[in-house]
């Protein structure tokens, strides 16, 4: 299992890095002593703060009607999970493979989306606000760990891959002032799942949108299980089009003003 993740690395991930310079910048060698999350916040040759936001929830919970919603907002850039590349690498879909066999190709594809999103975070920011769909947190702390808890992930696999992550987040500068958790209910995940009919969805039973449910409550509602790295502003989304944008609406003061 262990030379087969490092043909990957080697084949997928390493090419990519060396297309990726922008992330040498971002390295800022901290001790163990200061990886406080409190102390990791964005900051180029004395710019004025700016603000990071990113929009955790389920899968369908609203996060594409959400920021589209917010980008039609002057000064603000918006960054999608970079979907398309987890679909094509070489011309092979790790995405769809993993919902496929996420025993053999879960870490293939956790390891790619781990880059992909490094690469989001690290991007030099041209606006005061950016608003990010999800994170390189909730890659490992929702989707990596629920495939080691439903037992498709060898623990190899998720023992380096956690070691990759833990390095990341002491070396490299991920900023972010607000989590946006978009509250739904694995149920109507699963509605809106069926209505989109995503070609890789179409495997995914109830049961996986409980677990990742599951998961998201403990990390940012309960905080039973991972440290949370910033002040966490809860939408319910079980609702329509209509009163979501109403929300979005009455929260947009407190989200665009996250790092006052």
Known sequence: ?????????????LPLVRRTPSLGKHLIGLSRSSTSVNHRKLVRNGEEKKSVIWIEGNIASGKTTCLEYFSKTSDIEVLTEPVSKWRNVQGCNPLGLMYQDPSRWGLTLQTYV?????????????????????????????????????GKMPEVDFAVLSEWFEWIIKNIAIPVDLIVYLQTSPQTCYERLKQRCREEEKVIPLEYLESI?????????????????????VIPADHDLKKMLHQYEENREKILMAHC
């Open 1 to 13: 299992m262990v030379v087969n993740f490092l043909k990957e690395f080697c084949r997928v991930v």
């Open 114 to 150: 781990q880059l992909t999103m490094l690469d989001r975070h690290v991007l030099p920011m041209s606006t005061p606000v950016r608003m990010m769909e999800r994170s390189i947190y909730s890659a490992k702390y929702i989707f990596a760990e629920n495939l080691y808890k439903s």
């Open 213 to 233: 449910h599951n998961l998201y409550e403990d990390w940012l509602i309960h905080h039973k299980s991972f440290e949370v790295p910033a002040p966490v502003l």
